[in-house]
């Protein structure tokens, strides 16, 4: 579940950041359904287990909007700043970094209740959770066009990205679109990397859940393993892995910053007024009963 909530959690951030105000309001009004929904597809939930979901992200989603939306218009505001500056790959690492500690402290905020969950967990639902993952990294690998090799995965790459900086600049011309393409091709894509990076988050993921089936240690070796298999969620352990995500990490903020650099004033305008209502929303979010 902690895999999942990981998940669940910047799938919503993302759905926050690319929808617009009444499709945040909507989303984080039912965030504790879809929550449910998302863990259910994994673990097929029983009664008692649904019932201690609901209750648990009540909390989570209330402590959440208390404490965590203000802070996540900081972001936005870095943001902001990003688009209408004139940023370097340092100030792109910076600010993705400033999410992913966003994502840990949820993630952190929900690691009692997650191991309390993890003591119901049956065999039969980790083997649904195993089989699900297999679907999902079938889908993924589709999607980035792992098969076709460099080529194939830069061009999804491409159209990935392409749609993300359509959102927030607006339409590129075709002009913008070649260079983009072209720095694109300029690197290496990374897709084969990040899916193996996946597969281990997802084996240590399954090892950990069925220790906890098989042993039933305390709740606070659960919690502590559970807060170590975070610690080592984003970048991998192993050194020469992890220079080798790092160096993808920087070719990453350099792409971003060499795209923002081809946008017209027009376009840094657009982006700014897409983080400006989203600043209003997550304000007025914060603020109701």
């Known amino acids: 579940m902690h895999r999942l909530v990981h998940r669940f959690i910047f799938a919503?951030?993302?759905?926050?950041?690319?929808?617009?105000c009444s499709a945040v309001r909507l989303g984080y009004g039912n965030a504790d359904s879809l929550a449910r929904w998302w863990i259910d597809q994994y673990v097929d939930m029983s009664p008692e287990?649904?019932?201690?979901?609901?209750?648990?992200?009540?909390?989570?989603?209330?402590?959440?909007?208390?404490?965590?939306?203000?802070?996540?218009?900081?972001?936005l505001?870095?943001?902001?700043?990003?688009?209408?500056?004139?940023?370097?790959?340092?100030?792109?690492?910076?600010?993705g970094d400033a999410v992913v500690r966003r994502g840990r402290a949820l993630a952190d905020q929900a690691t009692p209740d997650i191991a309390e969950f993890l003591a119901t967990v049956t065999p039969a639902q980790i083997e649904?959770?195993?089989?699900?993952?297999?679907?999902k990294n079938a889908d993924y690998a589709k999607e980035a066009q792992l098969a076709d090799g460099e080529s194939g995965q830069r061009k999804a790459r491409y159209k990935r990205l392409l749609e993300r900086a359509e959102y927030w600049f607006d339409d590129f011309s075709s002009e913008q679109k070649s260079a983009m393409r072209r720095l694109i091709d300029g690197q290496g894509s990374g897709s084969q990397f990040w899916y193996e990076e996946?597969?281990?988050?997802?084996?240590?993921?399954?090892?950990?859940?069925?220790?906890?089936?098989?042993?039933?240690?305390?709740?606070?070796?659960?919690?502590?393993?559970?807060r170590d298999y975070a610690a080592r969620f984003d970048l991998p352990a192993d050194p020469v892995r992890l220079a080798q995500a790092t160096a993808l990490r920087r070719s990453s903020a350099e792409l971003a910053v060499a795209i923002h650099a081809m946008t017209t004033p027009a376009q840094r305008a657009h982006a700014e007024h897409k983080l400006g209502d989203l600043i209003r929303d997550f304000t007025e979010l914060s603020q109701d009963p």
């Open 49 to 75: 287990q649904d019932a201690l979901a609901r209750e648990r992200l009540s909390r989570l989603l209330a402590w959440h909007r208390k404490t965590q939306l203000p802070d996540y218009v900081s972001i």
């Open 12 to 20: 919503l951030v993302a759905a926050m950041l690319l929808q617009g």
């Open 77 to 95: 505001r870095q943001g902001q700043k990003f688009v209408a500056g004139q940023p370097t790959a340092g100030d792109a690492l910076a600010l």
């Open 128 to 135: 649904r959770m195993a089989g699900r993952q297999a679907e």
């Open 198 to 226: 996946r597969l281990r988050r997802q084996r240590e993921w399954l090892d950990l859940v069925r220790l906890v089936q098989r042993e039933r240690p305390p709740r606070e070796r659960v919690m502590q393993m559970l």
